[in-house]
């Protein structure tokens, strides 16, 4: 049974870091890929940063340079640092184990930077982790 647990989340003024954490079980890193989403009101779920089946990371242009996403495999967790926080960075921030029903592998270029779709990837999300930036 996969299970995906996100904490760290909070309040911060813009400017602030915060870091979130996620402990994901009963997955192979390898063959998924390990990313953070958010989904701010009233708007679609976003992708954030992704680790694929490769371990290359790829980030939403609105995060470049101000957020890194990195990952331990030993240990089955999955931690976004963010920095330099702006506003618009205020979403509820998900933690997901992704991988295509057909390869049993994840490569984003299909479905960046939107979220990946359910009708051919498994999907296992978190239950959410609320950030919010001040101005």
């Known amino acids: 049974q996969v299970q995906v647990v996100e904490s760290g989340g909070g309040s911060v003024q813009a400017g602030g870091s915060l870091r979130l954490s996620c402990a994901v079980s009963?997955?192979?890193?390898?063959?998924?890929?390990m990313g953070w989403f958010r989904q701010a009101p009233g708007k679609e779920r976003e992708a954030v940063a992704v680790i694929d089946s490769d371990s290359r990371t790829r980030a939403a242009d609105s995060v470049k340079g101000r957020f890194t996403i990195s990952q331990d495999a030993a240990k089955n967790t999955l931690d976004l640092q963010m920095n330099t926080l702006k506003p618009e960075d205020t979403a509820m921030y998900y933690c997901a184990a992704v991988r295509s029903r057909r390869t049993h592998a994840c490569y984003p270029t299909s479905w960046w930077p939107l979220r990946p779709p359910s009708e051919t990837y498994d999907v296992y999300w978190g239950q959410g982790t609320q950030v919010t930036v001040s101005s």
């Open positions: 009963g997955v192979t890193y390898s063959t998924y890929c």
